[in-house]
């Protein structure tokens, strides 16, 4: 079984532009997490999503953002870009969320110069 | 507000050595608290505990979870140099029926030296 697929690995922005990243879930689960991870804050959750709608939202400006498609992949969009904002983002899924362990993707390394 | 500790934060021990990882929290609404293995990009599932005093094993390593103290502990025995990583702990809470909202503690860097 594939696992939590994340496109890109890598992406370099400058402050001020906006990026979008991609994620496809384990076949079969229905619930996305995405998740900032930095040296000094760890990880800290962004939203989740489950069957298209947003169940879960951290406490993150509303330059983060999200969505999921009916195949239950998703994306993530940063807009404005910040010198902060360059950090590991995760991606997990899960079969519902209930009771089930979230796995988690390789990441995409965002880079904001 | 809702957190989670772990220490030590780094630890550095000898092939064979045992070590024990500690894991406490605070939160409201307790469900479940994870163990995560996180080598190089993505955590690694390693265990789930719901219930307390009831020890999971996976090999060499285990857990357990004390609910009324708040804490679990990780173990690993006969360590071995492909052990090192940064183990982290989790929590999720009954709060919005989900357990995609994971609190994280910052980890537990294990360096396994042979």
């Known amino acids: 079984k594939a696992g939590v697929t994340q496109t890109p690995r890598y992406l370099i922005k400058t402050r001020g532009q906006q990026v979008t990243l991609s994620c496809s879930p384990i076949?079969?689960?229905?619930?996305v997490s995405w998740y900032q991870q930095t040296p000094g804050q760890g990880l800290q959750f962004l939203f989740e999503y489950f069957s298209e709608t947003q169940r879960n939202k951290g406490n993150f400006p509303g330059r983060f953002s999200g969505r999921q498609f009916s195949n239950s992949r998703s994306e993530m969009n940063v807009s404005t870009l910040e010198l902060g904002d360059s950090a590991l983002y995760l991606c997990?899924?899960?079969?519902?969320?209930?009771?089930?362990?979230?796995?988690f993707g390789n990441g995409t390394r965002l880079t904001v110069t | 507000e809702d957190k989670v500790v772990q220490s030590p934060l780094s630890l550095v021990v000898h092939e064979g050595d045992t070590v024990t990882l500690n894991c406490s929290y605070e939160?409201?609404?307790?469900?479940?608290l994870l163990w995560y293995k996180q080598e190089k990009k993505a955590p690694t599932f390693l265990f789930m505990l719901?219930?307390?005093?009831i020890e999971k094993k996976s090999g060499r390593l285990s857990s357990i979870l004390d609910k009324k103290e708040l804490f679990s502990i990780l173990n690993i025995t006969a360590t071995q140099t492909g052990d090192s990583a940064v183990y982290l702990c989790?929590?999720?809470?009954?709060?919005?029926?989900?357990?995609?909202?994971?609190?994280f503690g910052k980890g537990t860097k294990l360096s396994v030296k042979p």
């Open positions: 939160v409201t609404n307790f469900r479940s």
């Open positions: 997990a899924s899960s079969f519902t969320g209930w009771n089930s362990p979230l796995h």
């Open positions: 989790a929590v999720t809470m009954n709060y919005g029926g989900s357990q995609g909202n994971l609190i």
């Open positions: 076949s079969g689960h229905r619930s």
């Open positions: 719901t219930s307390s005093g």
